[in-house]
């Protein structure tokens, strides 16, 4: 009896351990699929959303972050920001018929306002500078871009507001265009179209800093504030710097996102200082026939700063942007960063 209670007593004990121990397996390890563990619970998706999320935009793998996503999406633990993301990850790793597919069924979503289908959307289309080959071949392009020219406005802003917003989306997308249009097709028509465009835009933007302010996250939401940063880094030197003041103050409080103000800041430090902070600004070099990025100051730090800003290292913006690293730029490890 004494050695049943013993064997009993042992096999207790081990069989806790090995429940234990398979609860952190499966709470670890976010890759293994719908299909090995049985259905997801919420908590475990929680988990692999927490994990697609680290390597998405912290540790900036997004190859494991797209694994993730893959297993979170077996589950039916779905938030509107997982279709987001995922749709983003899927763009970065090339699989834009997927990110499109993923965003598109986003505006299904009803189990969460906060990631408004009708403002995020567009981002995917925003990314097009790195991704408009790739967007173009993919099944539905037409469709989304169609979308992001009349996407609805936001119920919560007042009637004025919506009018702003209206006008800075309009704005941001023939600001867009122009460019993309002259990178395909160098033609003197397109380069005027480009030119008259920025001066139009130029005009409205000193009106509605003047008479509105800097446009922020925090009143009128992430995609207007967004078109109207990338509109604010393609103002003139005379009025970045007379408008530079009032939107590193909107910075400060948290108004601006990072990845935008470093693009602003660039362009700002290029025309005060003569060399940028993040090494987000390039030109043409007709003589290697590649992009050449502009004077970086103390570049031996530059990968530390960009991550800071959730900017992906020089070495891989200037992969994507088919631009020469500077000859004093460290050699990047990915695995192991050069600060």
């Known amino acids: 009896m004494q050695n049943l209670n013993l064997f009993s007593a042992s096999f207790t004990r081990g069989l806790s351990a090995f429940l234990i121990t398979s609860v952190t397996v499966i709470a670890l390890n976010g890759c293994r699929t719908d299909k090995t563990i049985g259905n997801i619970t919420e908590t475990h998706a929680k988990t692999l959303r927490d994990s697609a999320n680290k390597y998405a935009w912290a540790c900036l793998d997004v190859k494991k972050a797209a694994v993730y996503y893959d297993s979170l999406f077996a589950s039916k633990y779905l ?17 834009y018929s997927k990110g499109i597919s993923i965003w598109t069924k986003m505006r299904n ?53 919506s009018l702003l917003v209206k006008q800075i989306n309009q704005m941001f997308i023939a600001d867009q265009t122009v460019r993309i249009n002259y990178r395909n097709n160098k033609t003197p028509q397109n380069a005027y179209l480009w030119k008259r465009c920025d001066s139009l835009n130029w005009i409205t933007m000193d009106s509605i800093i003047v008479n509105r302010g800097i446009i922020t996250t925090k009143k009128f939401g992430y995609k207007p504030s967004k078109d109207f940063s990338i509109l604010f880094a393609h103002l003139t030197d005379s009025l970045l710097k007379k408008n530079m003041p009032l939107m590193t103050d909107a910075y400060k409080a948290g108004g601006i996102c990072k990845m935008y103000f470093a693009l602003i800041a660039d362009k ?17 070099d007709n003589a290697t026939n590649k992009n050449k990025i502009f004077p970086i100051a103390k570049i031996k730090r530059v990968d530390k700063r960009r991550k800071e800003m959730g900017l992906p290292s020089l070495a891989s913006y200037a992969e994507k942007n088919n631009a020469k690293l500077p000859d004093d730029y460290p050699r990047y490890n990915e695995n192991k960063a050069v600060f």
């Not at 938030?79 to 699989?95: H, L, P, S, T």
């Not at 290029?270 to 090494?279: A, M, P, S, T």
């Open 268 to 284: 700002y430090s290029l025309y005060d200082q003569g060399h940028q902070i993040y090494g987000t600004q390039f030109g043409p």
């Open 79 to 95: 938030i509107k920001r997982d279709y987001y993301d995922a749709g983003q990850v899927y763009a970065e790793v090339g699989n």
């Open 109 to 161: 979503v009803k189990n969460d306002d906060e990631f408004d289908y009708a403002y995020f959307l567009p981002d995917l289309v925003g990314r097009q500078f790195f991704y408009y080959e790739g967007l173009i071949k993919a099944r539905g392009f037409k469709k989304l871009w169609s979308h992001y020219k009349e996407y609805p406005l936001d119920p919560r802003l007042s009637h004025t507001d």
